[in-house]
């Protein structure tokens, strides 16, 4: 099915200010970097996300889905396929007493902001990770010794042929960097969290000495998709890279941040060949310097 018609399949239940044929992806990622994806669909509920799937199913068409991009890298020739985005058109949040339910789309600052307004702790660690719920729950996100796992009490998902789960913290098997949803293609939908009753100004100090913590360490005011390594065990990925003397390294536009050496940023209209050329020199670098194999923790997508 081309694209004009599968574009007119898909008008067919999702209106159609949600789809965009040809959109550059490097309008949807925090890289600021990527080549054009086919479909460009950003569902206002689950019942067009499940349409949209099952259009994409019967068809063979590829898919993705993605949150706000803040850990994607799409190549230079875009992405052949549909790419679903769970982002500000799914946002909504309920809070009651000490439980938060939230839709996969909402950024973690948008709800940390939501939680201390409603004084709960718990969730402070979040406010300054780039991401969505979705996203967060996906890859049991964490920052200054918090995750998504402390918190989390279940979630709501999509499995592969379009139902409708609900699983428990423990079913979903959240680990470092990982849960159930990778190794079983799953959908976050929604999740619920279980929070305590604080103090808000206390609660407020320590987002924002968070927020210092993070702007006086890491490159935030450059394009990247935060740490761009997985941490090895036993090490730290920014230490071994500085250790191998990268800091600062640049291919083409790509470079190893000089502020701190586990982030790859987008210093001057880089590609994202530039940035892949990068990773794959960082790897081999430290391999051969320390014998730690460096696992990139950003998703890349998209045509060779």
């Known amino acids: 099915m081309n694209k004009e018609k599968l574009y007119n399949k898909f008008l067919e239940y999702i209106p159609k200010e949600l789809i965009k044929i040809d ?61 679903i985005q769970i982002f500000k058109n799914m946002s909504k949040v309920e809070i009651t007493e000490d439980k938060v339910w939230a839709e996969a789309g909402i950024l973690l600052s948008s709800l940390a902001n939501k939680i201390k307004d409603n004084s709960l702790t718990g969730f402070e ?39 409708e789960i609900v699983l428990s913290n423990e079913e979903l098997e959240l680990g470092y960097r990982t849960s159930i949803l990778q190794r079983n293609n799953y959908i976050l939908l929604s999740a619920r969290l279980k929070l305590k009753k604080g103090n808000k100004k206390e609660i407020e100090e320590k987002m924002n000495y968070l927020a210092q913590q993070r702007a006086d360490k890491q490159p935030i005011n450059m394009p990247s998709a935060g740490s761009t390594f ?75």
């Open 23 to 83: 959109e550059p992806m490097k309008k949807h990622t925090t890289f600021k970097i990527g080549g054009p994806v086919d479909i460009f669909i950003s569902p206002s509920n689950k019942e067009q996300i499940k349409y949209a799937l099952k259009i994409c199913r019967e068809n063979e068409i590829p898919f993705y889905l993605m949150g706000n991009g803040s850990n994607l890298l799409v190549r230079d020739k875009g992405f052949r396929g549909v790419i």
């Open 125 to 163: 660690f979040a406010a300054g990770i780039p991401g969505t719920l979705g996203g967060a729950v996906y890859m049991n996100a964490g920052a200054y010794d918090g995750e998504i796992k402390q918190v989390l009490e279940n979630a709501e998902l999509l499995d592969e042929n379009g139902n």
């Open 230 to 304: 997985k941490r090895p065990p036993g090490y730290y990925a920014g230490k071994l890279i500085m250790d191998s003397g990268l800091r600062g390294y640049c291919i083409g536009g790509a470079e190893v941040s000089q502020k701190h050496c586990g982030f790859i940023i987008n210093k001057d209209n880089a590609t994202a060949k530039d940035v892949i050329d990068l990773i794959e020199f960082v790897q081999g670098t430290v391999y051969d310097k320390y014998c730690v194999k460096m696992e990139p923790e950003i998703k890349i997508i998209g045509e060779e």
